[in-house]
């Protein structure tokens, strides 16, 4: 495709609709010539500001003029509100830096980029598979800036003292490894542990954990459907379906990960006693980590003498398809944006492979691009391992991430206390989540 002039630009940006085609153009082209003549473009999210700017400044000083974006960062804790109220009083910014479980709540508050501006087979020819998320009958909701999976962190010194030359690969070796590398005594305290499962609330990422063992087994959790084109499409919950699948999906999921704090259990290695699982890897007391890959510098400053390295998380043994999850960062542009031109010249410089390089290197997680991931850089051997990972990344849309938090953990408490057998717990569990999409689908 030919490169967009500045004019051309201008002009295009008399109509969204038009504008949004820039999308396409601007992602092919080799540079943005007078970026500021696109006026101001605002964009918020909850990277540290510190790290975009610095990366502003590289792709500035790459060819890719970006002196007309300004970048706001925002409390975690308070973004989404803050996004929404800014929505409803017309102060939206240009681009919102989202995640996936962020995304079907804001869903019709988004531009959709018709397919006709951005075609879908294009799309899934650049971008990795958890890109799907965002796609919908009528068009994208934003497309896919970043990627962090989760890995395995692992111990080196632990595993070489009990003789383990390699950390295990699927979940039948943890299951093997286990008992020899968990340390307790006879009243069942645990002094060094194998592995972090079991539990909610001392087990950093516990849900995208608990996720990725569902989403291996077989089972997506939230299901697009369309009904036809006139109607609008719905989202409903599928967490309690076989789909085909011998043992359903979740319950295999939720059984696999109580097991581990359960003291009758030969793999009995946490529980909620014990101190958070990034502190207890820190320490030394912990022999595998699943962690996110944006923890590995945290990691390494907490305690630079700890002897790890990272690996792929284990895999089903009885899966041909590897899958792990991964929190996307995605670029989305409110419907109430004033700067609907700026916004898209600038997804598509953000979005380009350069600039995806030099973003995935400043924070320390990968690429959504299958061009840039299938050339990982063979002299960083984590970031190899991250770009693995995200090729293999799916994610979950999720109707209220703050509530599915509670679902999830009441999911797991009332299984681990003997409250709920683990088919109940998943069927109150299921309810619950379906109650949050209708609730959803009426906003």
Known sequence: MKNLNVMQAIIIGVSIVAIVVAVVIFSTSTGRSG????????????VPESIFEEVLQKIDNAGDEMSDVTYVEKDPVTFENDLLRSMAEGTAPDIAVLNEKQI????????????????LRDYQDLFIEEASLLVTKDGLLGFPFLVDPIVLYYNKDILNDAGYSKPPQTWTEVL??????????????????????GSFDNISGVKD??????LQAGNPVIKREVISE?????YTSIFTESLNFTLNPAYAATNFFVQFSNPTKTVYSWNRSLPNSQTAFVSGDLAFYLGKASELDTIKKLNPNLNFDITLVPQSQSSNKK??????????????????GGATATIGIFTKTSAQNIFAEAMGIASVRKDVLATSNASNPYQVIFNKSAIIAQGILE???????GI??????????????VSEAIDRADNKIILLLQNESQD
């Not at 079907?104 to 075609?119: C, H």
């Not at 286990?178 to 006879?186: A, E, G, I, S, V």
């Not at 954990?209 to 569902?214: C, G, R, S």
């Not at 899958?323 to 609907?340: D, E, F, R, W």
Request: no cysteine.
């Open 35 to 46: 970026g500021s003549s696109l006026g101001k473009t605002v964009i918020w999210g909850t």
């Open 104 to 119: 079907l709540t804001n869903k019709n508050r988004l531009q959709v980029v018709p397919f006709k501006s951005f075609p």
């Open 176 to 197: 093997a490894i286990t008992p020899t590398l968990t340390q307790k005594d006879t009243s069942f305290n645990i002094s060094k542990s194998a592995i972090a499962l």
């Open 209 to 214: 954990i608990f996720w990725t063992l569902v």
């Open 230 to 234: 006139e109607d609008p499409e719905i």
């Open 323 to 340: 899958v792990t999850y991964g929190s996307m960062y995605t670029l989305v542009i409110p419907k109430s944006a004033k700067n609907i």
């Open 399 to 405: 109707p209220d991430a703050t509530k599915m938090d």
């Open 408 to 421: 999830i953990k009441e999911l797991i408490d009332t299984v681990v206390s003997g409250e709920y057998e």
